[in-house]
């Protein structure tokens, strides 16, 4: 890692307010800076510009700190963090930056950070975590993927709704038909073991009973005892019916003994079976046969000697045993009611308990999408009010996070393109001001030469009308001598006769004369070549009028342009 050197332990405190902006290429070189970054860190823009971004690296910050950046970087991500930087003279200063990567076509084409002034306590919780960052050698922060929480989502919590609340439905479901299942099997376990028996045995007292009294019946079919009143059935129907009794006691009894009975409930049935047999063998049967002989007295006295102490016997016992029974009926009935309440409770408290974690489960749902929502359109509106110096969170996962992850980036965006937009439009008043000043002096300096032009077109349009006065005043010479007629002879004799040979002025005068001819021909000749140049200084001054009006026309534009970059410093001062 690239050490700058020196550092002389002195501060360099922003002024609150102050943002530093910087942008790098994806290898960190600096591609932009403003004017607060070059203030700040003493560099140059020229200086900046084209350098590794590690050019204000201080060597206080752990090596661990800048791996930490790029890989959060690398991952799409925004990171923060307050950054000790060091100045050109060795001065240090304290930034909390924010660093997004800038995409474009899905694609990662640079970086861009936006610092801001931390707080002083900001700045000691930075110098006790480089201390420990220094000592561990890496940065001992959250995993930045979020652990299973990258999977908090809006898709992923509306599907796990759903699949909670079917689960909760066929936990539902399995529970009722569970309970129901195992109550029916209660209840028919309960029936048939327990208030079968009861009916069984009911049932074979009251058969026994009858039986006592079909004896009794078939006595009144003795010949004294038989009344007109009552006609009874002969005594082969009371047998067949005592028989049919008798049958069905051993069915019902045999049923009862094939299930399993325990403790009391055996020694009862026991009893009560015995006494039976001697109430059937020592009392019906003697008692049956002594009625189909006709022996009615023998059958009296068998039923009242045997089948009624019989009987009294064996109803003792079985009502013991019904007794008994019931009893262990109304028990299973208690059990079975207590295991129906332990069902409904066991509902009622899976009801509650599916209730209470979907609550728990929404109000979580609720928290990790629904407030950052509302905390990233919060942010949206005080960026719509023209307020980029807000402080957006982006810790959040799913879409909720990527939202406010996509928030900060372009809010730093905003950032950046308006200290951009601030600098070339200070630029272009800068250079519109030059401009204006520049326009003026060559307005002036035109209307200066348009002055001379003309004033020379007048000293020329003088010296015209001399030389055509001259070559008037020396034609008119020429007339007043009269040479002009004389003008072949003169020349004859001069050019024929030898010099002297006439003894007189003449040839002087012919000399005079061709000079006189001579100076009308070259004033005429000036004076015509003075005009020509009167007409080109003319269009030389046109030139120069349509010049200077181009001139103006430029410097307005200027003046134009410079109201528009001052238009649109002032719409970017709005965004601040």
């Known amino acids: ?69 790029w890989d959060t970087l690398h991952q799409g991500l925004p990171w923060r963090g307050v950054v000790k930087n060091r100045c050109k003279n060795g001065d240090h200063y304290w930034v909390d930056a924010r660093v997004v990567p800038v995409r474009k076509n899905g694609a990662t084409i640079g970086y861009m950070s936006v610092r801001g002034v931390p707080s002083r306590e900001a700045i000691a919780r930075a110098e006790t975590a480089y201390a420990a960052i220094a000592k561990a050698g890496k940065v001992t922060t959250a995993n930045r993927t979020g652990g299973w929480k990258r999977f908090i989502s809006i898709k992923n919590g509306v599907l796990a709704g759903i699949v909670f609340v079917t689960l909760m439905m066929i936990a539902g479901g399995v529970l009722g038909i569970s309970g129901l299942h195992l109550s029916s099997n209660a209840m028919r376990t309960l029936y048939h073991e327990e208030m079968e028996p009861v009916q069984t045995i009911g049932r074979i007292n009251f058969l026994m009973a009858e039986n006592r009294a079909q004896i009794a019946l078939a006595l009144r079919h003795r010949p004294a005892a038989r009344t007109a009143w009552k006609p009874d059935p002969g005594v082969a129907e009371h047998m067949a019916t005592l028989m049919r009794n008798r049958s069905e006691i051993e069915t019902l009894w045999k049923d009862y003994n094939s299930r399993q009975r325990t403790g009391l409930e055996r020694e009862l049935s026991d009893r009560y079976w015995r006494a039976r047999t001697r109430y059937v063998e020592d009392g019906l049967i003697p008692a049956k046969a002594a009625l189909v002989r006709g ?187 009269g040479l002009q007629s004389t003008d072949g002879v003169l020349h004859e004799t001069a050019e024929n006769a030898p010099p002297n040979a006439t003894g007189g002025d003449l040839p002087n005068e012919a000399h005079l004369m061709q000079l006189i001819q001579e100076l009308a021909g070259a004033a005429r000749i000036e004076a015509f070549t003075l005009q020509d140049t009167i007409a080109q200084m003319r269009q030389v001054a046109s030139l120069i009028v349509d010049s200077r009006g181009e001139v103006q026309g430029a410097w307005a534009a200027s003046q134009q342009l410079e109201r528009a970059a001052l238009e649109l410093d002032r719409l970017v001062k709005y965004f601040e």
């Open 295 to 481: 022996d009615y007295d023998t059958a009296e006295k068998l039923l009242q000697d045997n089948v009624d102490p019989a009987y009294e016997e064996a109803k003792k016992t079985v009502e013991a045993l019904l007794a008994f029974v019931s009893q262990k009926a109304k028990g299973n009935a208690l059990s079975v009611a207590e295991l129906n309440e332990k069902i409904s409770i066991v509902a009622m408290g899976g009801i509650a308990f599916g209730s209470i974690a979907f609550m728990l489960a929404g109000l979580f749902f609720f928290r990790s999408t629904v407030i950052p929502l509302q905390a990233a359109v919060a942010d949206l509106e005080r960026i719509a009010e023209g307020n980029l110096s807000g402080d957006s969170d982006a810790s959040g996962y799913g879409e909720p996070g990527r939202v406010t992850a996509a928030l900060v980036v372009m809010q730093m965006h905003l950032k950046v393109m308006m200290d951009e937009i601030r600098l070339s439009a200070g630029a272009i008043h800068d250079q519109c001001s030059s401009l204006n000043r520049t326009m003026m002096n060559l307005s002036e300096h035109s209307e200066e030469q348009h002055d001379r032009v003309y004033q020379t077109l007048d000293n020329i349009s003088e010296s015209s009308t001399g030389l055509d006065r001259l070559a008037a005043d020396a034609e008119e010479l020429m007339l007043v001598t």
């Open 1 to 69: 890692m690239k050490i700058n050197l020196p550092v002389t332990g002195r501060e360099n405190v922003i002024a609150p307010g102050r943002s530093l902006v910087s942008r790098t290429d994806i290898k960190g070189v600096i591609t932009f800076t403003n004017d607060a970054f070059i203030e700040v860190s003493g560099y140059s823009r020229a200086e900046l510009v084209g350098s590794s971004h590690n050019i204000v690296r201080h060597p206080d910050v752990p090596p661990a700190v800048f791996e930490d950046m």
